[in-house]
């Protein structure tokens, strides 16, 4: 059905998009590269050529290898919490029951919650070793208050992470759930499937693209997890929780540093587009675009 | 494309776009503390004695403050007016020309009566760049109640030696009762800053001479020991991210014996209103260890009139107001003397109701006895008792910081931790070109 | 044909569901319970669930310090400013995507998904430097504009892939009908495309009004949405737990608020056609 004609209009149509996200990239991401060859601190006017030294001291810095494991653990571990977590949840929620839709309700709610609140609240109200909530309850059973922020760091920001997402992932997964054929698990009922088969030889396959969506999503949220990170840790203690995007605001914020900072950029920028890349491959399977 | 869309937006959005500023609205930046936040309150008092000036509040975090004055005067965004900064970034924004040299506040300014330390480190060739809102240093902060119990008594100068032994006596962890609460959370202005000033205490400095990180010094290594074993014997949990404020509302919560810190505190854990210990607390001078030096800090929160600015008549006005006598009368009537800006003005110590207040005599004491051009024992080629008064410091000393919270939460030892700052440190340093 | 369940089943599953429903939502009921309680209470080492003096008076200290208003107002204009301007320009995008789909299309796609990976905080002060040229510091437009470029590829992708589901059958016969693609678009496209376009608009209203780098590191007080009022509650000097939950009960009950009463139309929304 696509003549020459609607090929045209069709490249017109497309191409304010692709033009105004070309520039909102490109142009900034120029004078980053720009700055990266720079020795340019903001509180030092004056700047001067630095060939690849940026490049240099922020790829051997200790803090760059420990906090690319950082970004990684944070994006799979959120990941298997809320994909693993967010299918339980919506096989439970595709039961019947009562009051199905005010379920609903509570479950959808932190989604909608600013992610500096959220941390904010799980810090100072969950999490603090003397006030806390969590101190409260584990006082209440006899046990010693755990350190979250101080002796888990990441795991805390994976927790709270996983709970701004788990709500996303199992409405998702809940909406592919109740698309699935009723018939089709009756009939492997009567074929004397386990329940547990059934999960895995129908629903699981039935979800696939689902799940494939959810990763997509939120893959590119975590990988620039930032804000719950400077409100809850700051990176610490040493660099325990710090991850690309929070090494880059350091060099660029904290000390100042324009050079190391673009420099770091454009390698977060490079890594991104790796993840990118597999990523793309593995939405290409399962998601015949 | 993007002039289109730009054209598009103000459309979308002319219904809403009304709001622009008149002539004289003075944006001013400022620090969430408690006497910044009475000062907006107070503001009536202002701009009823100047009518035609509005002030629009930016009311932030320390650190996100700090982060975006910096990259407004840097990049010369021009969105401020007025800046709330303290005495590190004044004397390098002043030699950069970034800030309006604060001539001319008013005949009944009396400059000549800011406290000289304060002056001293606000000024750059005898010219005062900023003005100090409040001056604090560090001082002990204690719980009479605890320390009877523990059957001690706190000398008026204590030392690092007898502090530890109380710590440990008061702590009753059963109870959550902790012997002492000290700042755990990293960052420049919050661990290090603690932890500089007491490392002066214990002899050791940042650079010798020739610019050199010392972290690798035997003073550096008992002053973390020390620090790390004494929280870990007499601290609360989670101390590796307690700064001031968290370590105030412990304190406050009546959770901790002593406390190190800031000497605005006092008003704070002294005002009944929000500290259940408020008739319990007792002050003494920051603890030496007998090498000449308490490990005690100068800071005064100022404000400073960005250079550029079209409003600078205003915006002196404003400043003038905020740091004048008449300031602190006005908050003295409304909420009495205690609640006054601590640690700016001689007038304020000599005036008699002001000495009543109970924290007034060892404020003043541990101001005068901070001296930010002979910090430590020895030698150093750099300004400032807590901190370095050099652009990378506060990027250096954030990630010393973060290094040393992890010995304090026990992720590294504190010999690691003591080499990461040491070759953190010596890498930024080359970086940045030193020896200058 | 529904299966059968028995009344206790369905019991059961009520009771469980319920049970993990609520630990979910939790820590935003203690935050809106905290909000009510005095500083004092708020920190107790003994806390109370609903026993205790509920008082309003961390809602009238937060009114008496910030110009609540205003941030809101901020928020929805930058929010839904930033969606319209987005979908003005991603409708047609997507339109052409779905029906005249072209080798490309798929390229295209991945490749402005992929610009939302990349970390803002490495282009932040070339950002910065160019709004100042431009005067769009502190300015609603400026937030308007970034905000639509941040959140234009997931408004594309929805977009088509609602577009997708629409019968390519009913373009022909508009097209036998000789209608022109302008007609098309207007006529037989929009009218089918419209949930599609409500629950993108309402997911992105969310994400918008939730951005909080861009609205944080741009604005200072013309143009402050409320995570910079929020911002300014985090961790003062004192008691502030009490005034910290107010503070952000008002700053999310908004959103909350409009997500829930359009949570039907934003779980379709949030499908990103997963579900065909």
């Known amino acids: ?289 | 494309m993007q002039k289109s869309a730009i054209a598009l937006t103000v459309a979308v959005m002319a219904t809403g776009a009304s709001l622009s500023a008149s002539a004289d609205t003075l944006t001013i930046a400022t620090v969430n503390n408690g006497d910044m936040v009475r000062m907006q309150k107070l503001t009536d008092d202002f701009t009823s004695k100047n009518p035609g000036i509005d002030l629009e509040w930016v009311t932030l975090e320390e650190n996100a403050l700090r982060q975006k004055v910096t990259t407004d005067i840097a990049t010369k965004g021009g969105q401020f007016d007025v800046m709330t900064i303290g005495t590190y970034e004044v004397p390098i924004w002043a030699e950069r020309d970034w800030l309006v040299p604060l001539e001319g506040l008013g005949d009944d300014y009396d400059v000549d009566d800011i406290l000289p330390a304060i002056r001293g480190g606000l000024s750059v060739d005898d010219k005062l760049y900023a003005a100090p809102f409040y001056g604090e240093s560090s001082m002990v902060m204690y719980r009479k109640d605890l320390m009877e119990k523990a059957g001690m008594e706190m000398p008026e100068a204590p030392t690092w030696e007898f502090i530890g032994q109380a710590a440990r006596a008061m702590t009753d962890k059963d109870n959550e009762i902790y012997g002492v609460c000290l700042r755990g959370k990293a960052g420049w202005g919050e661990n290090m800053a603690f932890l500089t000033a007491t490392a002066n205490s214990f002899g050791a400095r940042w650079f010798d001479m020739d610019w050199n990180p010392q972290f690798d010094s035997q003073e550096w290594s008992d002053t973390l020991n020390f620090y790390v074993d004494l929280m870990n014997d007499a601290g609360p949990p989670g101390s590796s991210s307690n700064g001031f404020n968290e370590n105030l509302t412990l304190f406050q919560n009546g959770q901790c014996g002593m406390w190190i810190d800031a000497t605005v505190a006092a008003s704070f854990v002294t005002n009944a209103n929000d500290s259940k210990v408020a008739d319990q607390v007792g002050f003494a001078l920051a603890p030496d260890n007998g090498l000449g030096k308490r490990g005690n800090w100068l800071w005064a929160w100022s404000l400073a009139i960005p250079a550029g600015t079209e409003k600078e008549e205003s915006a002196k006005k404003f400043v003038a107001w905020a740091t004048s006598k008449a300031y602190a009368e006005l908050v003295a009537s409304k909420e009495g003397w205690a609640n006054v800006p601590p640690g700016t003005r001689t007038s304020l110590y000599e005036n008699p109701e002001y000495q009543k207040v109970p924290f007034a005599a060892m404020t003043l004491a541990s101001i005068q006895e901070a001296d930010p051009t002979n910090p430590t024992v020895e030698e150093v080629p750099y300004v400032g008792v807590q901190f370095v008064a050099i652009p990378e410091f506060q990027g250096i000393a954030t990630s010393v910081g973060q290094q040393f919270a992890a010995a304090l939460a026990g992720q590294s030892s504190v010999e690691d931790a003591l080499k990461n700052a040491q070759s953190l440190t010596e890498r930024a340093m080359k970086k940045a070109g030193y020896p200058k | 044909m529904a299966r059968q369940v028995t009344l206790n089943r369905r019991l059961v599953n009520t009771a469980v569901a319920w049970g993990f429903g609520l630990l979910i939502f939790f820590p935003i009921l203690w935050t809106i319970l905290t909000s009510f309680k005095t500083e004092a209470e708020a920190i107790s080492l003994q806390p109370s669930l609903f026993a205790f003096d509920w008082t309003l008076e961390n809602y009238q200290e937060v009114n008496s310090r910030s110009n609540y208003p205003r941030y809101f107002m901020n928020s929805v204009i930058i929010a839904v400013g930033s969606v319209v301007l987005g979908l003005i320009i991603a409708v047609p995008a997507a339109w052409a995507m779905a029906f005249v789909p072209s080798k490309k299309t798929r390229g295209i796609l991945m490749w402005m998904l992929s610009t939302k990976m990349l970390p803002p905080v490495g282009v932040l002060i070339p950002i910065y430097l160019l709004f100042r040229d431009w005067g769009l510091l502190d300015s609603r437009v400026g937030l308007v504009l970034v905000l639509t470029m941040v959140n234009l590829p997931i408004i594309v992708w929805m977009l088509f892939t609602y577009f997708r589901e629409i019968p390519g059958e009913i373009l022909e016969a508009a097209r036998m009908d000789g209608a022109s693609l302008k007609s098309e678009l207007i006529h037989v496209l929009t009218p089918m495309a419209v949930p599609g376009i409500a629950s993108t608009m309402l997911l992105n209203v969310i994400l918008a009004w939730n951005e909080a780098f861009w609205t944080l590191v741009l604005t200072t007080t013309n143009a402050a949405p409320l995570t910079q009022f929020i911002a300014s509650y985090s961790s003062p000097e004192g008691l502030f737990y009490a005034k910290l939950s107010a503070a952000s009960t008002m700053a999310i009950a908004p959103v909350l608020i409009l997500g829930w009463f359009s949570q039907k139309q934003l779980v379709r929304g949030l499908t990103f056609g997963a579900v065909k």
Not at chain 1, 83 to 94: E, F, N, Q
Not at chain 1, 175 to 190: G, K
Not at chain 1, 232 to 257: H, K, R
């Open chain 1, 1 to 289: 059905m696509s003549t020459t004609h609607s090929r045209t209009a069709g490249k017109a149509m497309i191409s304010p998009a692709v033009i105004l996200l070309f520039l909102w990239m490109i142009v900034p991401l120029v004078m980053t590269l720009y700055f990266s060859f720079q020795f340019y601190n903001l509180l030092d006017p004056v700047t001067s050529f630095a060939g690849f030294a940026n490049y240099e001291y922020f790829l051997t810095d200790p803090a760059f290898f420990e906090a690319l494991g950082n970004t990684l653990i944070i994006v799979i571990g959120v990941l298997c919490i809320t994909v693993i977590g967010g299918t339980l949840l919506a096989l439970l929620l595709d039961q019947p029951m009562f009051g199905q839709g005010i379920v609903r309700l509570l479950f959808i709610a932190p989604f909608f919650v600013m992610p500096t609140v959220s941390a904010l609240v799980w810090k100072n109200m969950f999490m603090n070793p003397t006030n806390g909530l969590f101190a409260f309850l584990s006082k209440l059973v006899g046990t010693t208050p755990i350190d979250w922020l101080g002796h888990h760091p990441l795991a805390s920001i994976v927790m709270i992470v996983s709970w701004q997402w788990l709500p996303f992932a199992t409405l998702i997964l809940l909406t592919a759930m109740q698309s699935l054929d009723s018939e089709q698990i009756e009939a492997a009922e009567m074929d004397g499937a386990s329940a547990l088969s059934r999960f895995f030889h129908i629903i699981v396959p039935h979800l696939a693209r689902a799940g494939t969506v959810v990763i997509l999503i939120q893959t590119i949220f975590l990988l620039s997890i930032f804000a719950e990170i400077l409100v809850t840790t700051a990176g610490g203690p040493g660099y325990a929780s710090t991850n690309i995007p929070y090494l880059v605001y350091m060099q660029s914020l904290l000390q100042f540093d324009v050079g190391g900072g673009s420099a770091g950029g454009i390698v977060a920028v490079i890594l991104a587009n790796i993840v990118a890349i597999f990523l793309m491959r593995l939405v290409g399977k399962n998601l015949d675009l």
